[in-house]
């Protein structure tokens, strides 16, 4: 059983920061002003207001011409970059504006923000100054010890724009059928644009494993007894799979939401020539050979039925162990059907780690 989240600090932070609260109404009572031991005092802490995902109608996409529909109706996790590499045909824009890749419109509502801080460490397994953005749920803060969600950003994303439509501060504080989330942390982290697998001199699997989860866990996050989910939206899907595939004695539960899976090296190769480094590493990370490494973990994966990487999910689909949640539904490989995910893989989360 998971332990239950703590949004009261149960150490004496360190430092010389201090997290601002987002609500009067708090129960993240903390002995002194302070950012907790793992932040320097470069960290910056913020508190973001709500705000609801921008939406493109058909008007507005026409009034951008054809190219700026490119960037307005594949922008976000990585669609643009995928756009230009060929995995998402033209075609699809012209599906977005025809409404073949038109998915339920929904209003999303968020209990009063709880801070996020944002700051950037020196990864040694990817060799570069890597940013990264902690928020926390309503009413908790530095010192609250809560299960751990790790967002995976998309193709050509970092970790400001790993979640669609909206912040993470905002992900944690989504509020489903009028109830909140069950208390949980996220962070977001500077992947790169290699399909978060090892390459020569860049390991950003490494960087998650090994750098990113150990200062969490020094904040209280993910923190034994307390859980650690993966989740992401394309190369960031993929990557959540991943992880949890090989270190599921860390993962604990994964959302994809359009994971973008190849079912061959050569495939992925035409459509990305940095996706992985040789036919031997795409081998080593097939999501689609190596899901047997899920058996009893909670996995949750969707699909539009018209995504072009919807094959690879499929196949994905068929090799998951059995109570696997697969949603496939109408969409494209477009921010609406990822923003229309993103609440139910959340709640999928929040269940599964609390």
């Known amino acids: 059983m998971a332990a239950s989240p703590s949004c009261s600090a149960d150490r004496e932070p360190d430092g010389g920061g201090q997290a601002e609260d987002s609500s009067e109404d708090t129960d993240c009572r903390r002995s002194r002003p302070g950012a907790p031991k793992g932040l320097s005092n470069g960290d910056e802490v913020t508190t973001e207001d ?27 996790a990585g669609g643009v970059e995928l756009v230009s590499h060929g995995v998402l045909p033209g075609g699809q824009l012209l599906d977005q504006l025809d409404g073949a890749c038109s998915v339920p419109s929904q209003r999303l509502s968020f209990s009063p923000l709880g801070p996020s801080i944002s700051n950037a460490f020196y990864s040694h397994a990817r060799n570069r100054t890597v940013g990264y953005t902690i928020a926390y749920p309503p009413k908790c803060g530095p010192g609250s010890t809560l299960p751990l969600v790790v967002m995976l950003h ?3 994303g970092n970790h400001t724009n790993a979640v669609e439509g909206m912040s993470p501060a905002q992900a944690v504080a989504l509020r489903m059928g009028g109830e909140p989330l069950a208390p949980m942390a996220m962070v977001t982290v500077d992947g790169g644009g290699g399909y978060w697998n090892p390459h020569p ?52 539960a994964v959302a994809a939401i359009s994971p973008a899976i190849w079912t061959s090296y050569a495939q992925a190769r035409a459509a990305n020539g940095t996706a992985y480094a040789s036919p031997a590493d795409f081998a080593a990370d097939d999501a689609v050979t190596h899901a047997g490494a899920l058996t009893a973990m909670p996995v949750r994966v969707a699909s539009g039925n018209s995504d072009p990487f919807h094959p690879g999910v499929e196949a994905l689909a ?29 709640a999928f989360l929040a269940r599964h780690l609390s």
Request: net charge positive.
């Open 201 to 252: 001199g860049d390991n950003p699997m490494a960087m998650v494993m090994g750098e990113l989860i150990p200062l969490c866990q020094r904040l209280g996050l993910g923190r034994p007894p307390h859980r650690i989910g993966t989740m992401g939206i394309s190369m960031g899907g993929y990557g959540a799979l991943l992880l949890a595939e090989k270190y599921p004695g860390v993962v604990s």
């Open 154 to 156: 998309g193709f050509g």
């Open 318 to 346: 068929r090799v998951l162990p059995a109570g696997a949640v697969v949603d496939f539904s109408n969409g494209c490989h477009t921010g609406p059907f990822f923003i229309e995910q993103e609440p139910p893989s959340l």
């Open 50 to 76: 709500g705000a609801s995902p921008q939406r493109f109608d058909r008007r507005r996409l026409l009034a951008y011409g054809l190219g700026g529909i490119a960037a307005v109706v594949a922008a976000g």
